[in-house]
């Protein structure tokens, strides 16, 4: 229940005497009254009234503190009444005394052990939450004495070592263990220590594209491992312009090689999709033993550490993430102006238009080139400060005739179908 009252003191006034102005408090009413009659009695004409500058909200609900606060104005203890009757009210009747009674470690490792494994990203998480666990000191402090500072002291340590953008997930990652403690466990400080944090601000957006042989080199370097499958990993990438979790978490049992195909139960976004399939992946697909369930029995981590420490420094490609792949994927087909953008939105699996646009980097000398087939009529002047100026060297036969986008070669041939069918074998 909650309710608005006027709390605001009684005001006594005479006509034509401003010295007899007198407030009483809002418990004092018989005291105002009695005030009005003494000044009747004396021949005056005074009045009484309420003054309107305290209004106080009050809110009660059962086993908890009541709930009171006064405003100066009418309209400000309106917005907080509004605010106590929608769901954000249960803040308010909350016992503040369990954060004093429990360490934000134990509270951490609560959530990692009870809520993490259930996540899609539980290997991450738990990682960044153990190492928080493991070499900062702040949180061996009761909840309710964490601060503000203590998070931003955090920040600038962190910042020494990693980049902005891992100090924004580690931050990310705490916050999120911290919420659901306040909204499941009812478990919170008074105070939020992240409202008011500077957190670090950075740009990762990439537009790294192959550049001349490096694709052909990177896939020598990956036939090159010990590792048979890191080869066709990248191949399919190349071919889909799927994830890397999309690729590795592909089963044979969700393959459809007739309907050209392949199902993704679990996705990025939470969404279950089919990728289409070219028939250069298709090929690969075909040409690959089929041991167990997985298509790729390999793990991210093997995945990731073969693409930084061998793949990559063999091929000799620098400044190059897996991730790339699928830009690089996203962009070709972007560029063969073959696809709408809802159609480039089926094939990579992207829920916002605006996400696709940070894939799709054109080549800017292919963009060039349509804007002079652009152009239906070519000038050899113009006007500059009122005189005549003329273009020298340009004429209409300079603009080169359009030509047929050249296609991109897949190092893929048929010596390597038949040496992934030996391996098969």
């Known amino acids: ?19 007899l102005y007198r407030e009483f408090s809002v418990s004092q009413r018989p005291e105002a009254e009695a005030y009005v009659l003494e000044l009747k009695s004396q021949g005056y004409m005074p009045s009484l009234k309420q003054l309107e500058n305290a209004f106080q909200v009050l809110a009660r609900d059962i086993g908890f ?11 400000e203890a309106e917005k907080t009444l ?5 769901e954000r009210s249960l803040h308010v009747f909350r016992d503040y005394a369990a954060a004093t009674k429990v360490t934000a470690a134990e509270l951490i490792e609560r959530y990692v052990t009870e809520i993490c494994p259930s996540h899609k990203g539980a290997e991450s998480e738990i990682y960044r939450l153990r190492r928080i666990l493991s070499s900062e000191a702040f949180v061996n402090k009761r909840l309710a004495q964490i601060t503000t500072e203590d998070l931003q002291n955090f920040i600038t340590r962190r910042r020494i ?22 909204d499941v466990w009812k478990i919170a400080p008074a105070e939020d220590p992240f409202q008011g944090l500077h957190r670090p601000t950075y740009f990762n957006e990439r537009d790294r594209r192959l550049q001349g042989d490096e ?22 990438a190349l071919e889909t312009a799927m994830r890397r979790s999309e690729i590795l978490a592909m089963t044979w049992a969700n393959i459809d090689i007739q309907g050209r195909a392949a199902f993704l139960p679990v996705t990025k976004n939470g969404r279950s999709r089919k990728a289409p399939l070219s028939v250069v992946a298709i090929q690969i697909l075909e040409a690959l033993p089929r041991d167990c369930d997985q298509v790729f029995p390999v793990t991210a981590n093997a995945l990731k550490l073969a693409w930084s420490r061998n793949i990559c420094p063999k ?5 190059l993430h897996f991730h790339d792949l699928r830009h690089e994927s996203t962009s070709r087909l972007a560029e063969s ?23 799709s980097h054109l080549c800017v000398s292919k963009l060039a080139e349509k804007m002079d087939r652009s152009r239906t009529t070519i000038t050899n002047e113009y006007v500059h400060r009122g005189r005549k100026r003329r273009v020298v060297g340009v004429v209409a036969t300079d603009i080169a005739a359009p030509s047929e986008t050249p296609k991109v070669s897949r190092p893929l ?5 038949i040496a992934f069918r030996r391996r098969a074998a």
């Open 82 to 86: 509004k605010k106590l009757e929608s």
């Open 413 to 417: 041939s048929k010596d390597n179908v």
């Open 215 to 236: 694709e052909a080199r990177i896939v020598k370097a990956a036939r090159g491992c010990d590792n048979q499958w890191y080869e066709p990993i990248i191949l399919i």
């Open 1 to 19: 229940m909650a309710i608005i009252t006027n709390r605001s003191p009684w005001a006594v006034t005479a006509r034509s005497n401003v010295a």
């Open 65 to 75: 503190p009541r709930f009171c606060v006064t405003f100066d104005t009418y309209e």
């Open 161 to 182: 070592k990693v980049k902005a953008s891992t100090v924004d997930r580690d931050l990310d990652v705490l916050r999120q263990a911290l919420n659901y403690a306040a």
């Open 337 to 359: 102006g073959l696809y709408t953008l809802i159609e480039l939105q089926a094939v990579t699996g992207h829920r916002d238009p605006r996400m696709l646009l940070r894939y």
């Open 315 to 319: 091929a000799g490609v620098v400044d």
